[in-house]
């Protein structure tokens, strides 16, 4: 799950993209009075989710603290083409600096959170959910899981320090599934989860037989997948993995598995087309 707070995340990720962008000032803004004011409006390209307005905001709140922000539709709301998402009023300077961060969060944001409602539209009416993983952009793993939950997807570990999940080399280095899952339920603290990663019906058997609760199937065909689910008859969570497409994912869910984790979520981001309009105000 998510931090309680976003705030840290997005103060960090947002003192980064404009440190990036500004470093010592906006050369090309130094060119507009300092006293001017202006309107802005971010237009939509196409039809997506909106994701990222906390990023956004941030964004122009660092650079002016008064800058007024009025959003048309709420966050997880689909834009649509042509269709104005919000005004932002303030200084001129402040609007053409923050501009492109502004522009870069929300369109990542929105990409992200359009393509995993995507896939949860197509998985409708059988009981998978969506699932991202830790393939994401360095730095910026918190914004993509929350644009994730905004798309109606689900969150798995943050990280490393909060979920345990075995994969092949941690079991060959243990020397079996048993005898790692032992040690992983007599170390892991309470509430943690833990998951055991299987590339085959052999393993399912032996990853149950030691008491495994959620497996992982690893590239496994549709008739091992339903092979899989009799055989757990509940005794586990099942999640389905490794090239699941949207043109795949219905078929997947099909199978019964109850959970199904995309790393193209978060990994393979294509940008929502936005853009912003200035219309310069009177100076003071």
């Not at 976003?6 to 990036?20: F, G, M, P, R, Y």
């Not at 905001?57 to 042509?82: N, Q, S, V, Y």
């Not at 892991?188 to 959620?214: C, D, H, R, W, Y």
């Amino acid at each position: 799950m998510l931090p309680h707070s976003l705030t840290s995340h997005i103060e960090l990720n947002v003192s980064a993209a404009l440190d990036e962008d500004l470093r010592d000032g906006d050369l090309t803004a130094q060119l507009i009075p300092a006293t001017q004011t202006a309107l802005a409006s971010i237009i939509a390209r196409q039809e997506a989710v909106l994701c990222g307005t906390l990023w956004f905001e941030e964004c122009f709140f660092r650079l002016d603290p008064d800058c007024k922000i009025h959003w048309a539709i709420p966050e997880g709301g689909t834009m649509l083409p042509d269709q104005q998402l919000c005004e932002v009023e303030g200084n001129a300077r402040a609007l053409l600096s923050a501009e492109r961060c502004a522009l870069n969060f929300l369109q990542m944001l929105s990409g992200t959170a359009t393509l995993v409602r995507r896939y949860v539209e197509a998985v409708a009416g059988t009981k998978a959910k969506i699932m991202d993983t830790r393939k994401t952009l360095p730095g910026l793993r918190i914004a993509q899981k929350h644009a994730v939950l905004v798309g109606g997807g689900h969150n798995q570990r943050i990280g490393l320090f909060d979920g345990v999940l075995v994969k092949e080399n941690h079991i060959a280095a243990a020397g079996s599934i048993g005898m790692v899952m032992e040690q992983a339920f007599r170390t892991t603290p309470a509430g943690v989860p833990i998951q055991v990663e299987v590339e085959n019906m052999e393993q399912l058997f032996e990853a149950i037989s030691a008491g495994a609760k959620l497996i992982l199937l690893d590239n496994f065909s549709l008739v091992d997948m339903r092979l899989a689910v009799a055989h757990a008859a509940g005794r586990a969570e099942l999640e389905a993995s490794g090239g699941i497409t949207l043109e795949t994912v219905r078929m997947v869910a099909e199978t019964g598995v109850d959970r199904i984790s995309i790393g193209a979520l978060t990994k393979d981001v294509t940008a929502i087309d936005l853009s912003m309009r200035f219309a310069p105000r009177t100076a003071v």
